[in-house]
């Protein structure tokens, strides 16, 4: 065997030690980096299983606050009529460490698309071309959903983002005057007095809406009798009334503290017409 002088033996095993320390660190680092990676892809599985499963959750949640609802409206203590005050008011419901709070928004209380005359909505649209649009359209295909409405010309996403809370393509097209918002009146034919005495009448003494003591409108002799020295122009159009049949219920569901989204959900009182999750939080 080969002798091998002492200053070059130790001077190969500090090359050779430096050379382990080297391979140590770059394993260390390669190491770093996979379970890193792994993480991330473990997270972001849990995060997708999570998505899903709190997706799962807040469809019952929704689907159980939906039957709730269809009972109440079936089984409401008043039949012939309906109020801001009995459809807006937040319920909350509890399911084991799980809730969901809605509220329900009658259809009635929107001009239906399918159904309204031009001069109607000329004055919701603001606009003749777009009304005769909305009538040319629904005459070779009634509108299944508000957003159609963005096919035509004289409609632009400004345009309908101003008006989609008033209108509705899912209402059995009269408006209820208990729950109409002014810009549906005017475009009904109201004058500026007449909704504002019928808004200040609906808010009742503490002048406020949704509250116990707002005004009702039972029935469409009470109209005659509240407004007997008012000319109601829209009266005139026929379609007024003070009971609603569609609704659409604004649903939030939460998963423990986690909120689950807003579904909404247009239903009659034992027909679910569309299901729509309208945005995840
Ligand atoms: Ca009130």
Known sequence: ???????????????????????????????????????????????????????????????????????????????????????????????????????????????????????ILAR???????????????????????????????????LFEAVKEFVTANSNKYININTAPKRVLLALGCTEASCERILQYRRGEDGKEVTKDDGVFDSLTTIAEVFQDLSIDCQKAGLLMTKSSN????????IGARPGGQIDIIFSSSTIQSWRTASSQ
């Open 1 to 119: 065997m080969k002798h091998i002088p002492k200053k070059y033996f130790f001077h190969i095993i500090r090359k050779n030690h430096s050379s382990v320390v080297v391979i140590c660190i770059w394993l260390l680092i390669s190491l770093s980096v996979l379970a890193v990676s792994i993480g991330r892809i473990v997270f972001s599985q849990i995060n997708f299983s999570r998505f899903y499963i709190d997706r799962e959750q807040s469809y019952y949640l929704a689907k159980a606050a939906l039957k709730e609802a269809m009972i109440e409206r079936q089984n409401e203590l008043t039949p012939n009529y309906d109020t801001l005050y009995e459809l807006r008011t937040p319920r909350h419901i509890d399911f084991q460490g799980n809730s969901v709070e809605y509220v329900l928004i009658d259809e009635e209380s929107k001009i239906n698309i399918n159904y309204a005359g031009s001069d």
């Open 247 to 254: 609704y659409t219920m604004k649903a939030h569901p939460k």
């Open 124 to 158: 919701l649209l603001d606009s003749n071309f777009a009304a005769d649009e909305v009538i040319d359209y629904r005459q070779k295909t009634p509108f299944a959903t508000i957003d159609e409405l963005l096919q035509l010309n004289g409609i632009n996403q400004e």
